[in-house]
Structures are given as structure tokens and as C-alpha cells.
């Protein structure tokens, strides 16, 4: 039971970052802006970014929630509304505002600060850390596609 309040909290806000994150994006993936683009070739089809999305917020949110009870600290609280703030941003920058270099900047931001959850809190977690692994992987990945398409465009 002492699980269950701060998970259906994280759970609440991660799937709340993704729906403002489509809010945000607009046409996104289906307009003429981005379609017309030269994209990496392991781009994948708009269908898994979806359910990719939906299992790495529900890991994450696993993961703060284990996370908070083990450390509920500013720390932990500051580094989530950044990543947050990073995720929810680089929808709007790179989809609606059209700004490559802008979107690569906060990707790589968002990256580093996903991977500062993993390095920091992997001694306290240990291999509760596995549930973050999806998010960094995920996020190494767009990462990518980003800047293929800064390169290729």
C-alpha cells in the first residue's frame, strides 16, 4: 500500500507529460514538415513510438515511485521535474517550432539528466535500475534521429 500512492502519483504526471507532449507536437509526425524530411533509416514506424512511450513511462513510473520511498529527497523530486520539463519541451521545440539544433540540445539535456538517475541512484536501486534501462535506451535512440536529421536536412 505504500507503493501504490506514489506510483499512481508518477504514473499520473509521466502519462500526463505525454499526452501534453502530444498537445504540444501538434500534426508532429504526420505533417509535411517532418514526412518530407530525409530520416534515418532505423526510424521506426509511427505506430511503436506510442507503445514504446507507454511501457517506459509505466517502468519509470515504477521506478520513481521505488525510488521516492528509498530517497525521498529535493534531489530526486528536482532531477524528475527537470527530466520533465525536458521530455514535455522537445516536443513543442523540435515538432511545432521546427527547431533541429534546438531539439538536439534538449534530447541530449534529457539524456544526460536520464542518465544521471541511472549513475547516481544505481547503488540504492540495484536491479530496480533495470526499469529506467527502457528509458535511456529509448531516449539514446531519438536522440539519434534527431541528429540524423539536423545532419541529413
Known sequence: MKFLKPFLIFLIINFGALGLGVLLMGEAATSDWYTSMHQAPWTPPNWVFGAAWSFIMLCFSIYMALLYLKQPSKKVITLFIIQFILNVSWNFVFFNQHLISAGLAT???????????????????????????????????????NLYILIYN
Request: hydrophobic share 65%.
Open 107 to 145: 534530447i541530449t539535456a534529457l539524456t544526460f539528466i536520464v542518465t544521471v538517475f541511472l549513475v547516481t541512484y544505481f547503488q540504492l536501486m540495484k536491479f530496480k535500475s533495470l526499469l529506467i534501462l527502457p528509458y535511456l535506451i529509448w531516449i539514446c535512440i531519438a536522440t539519434s534521429l
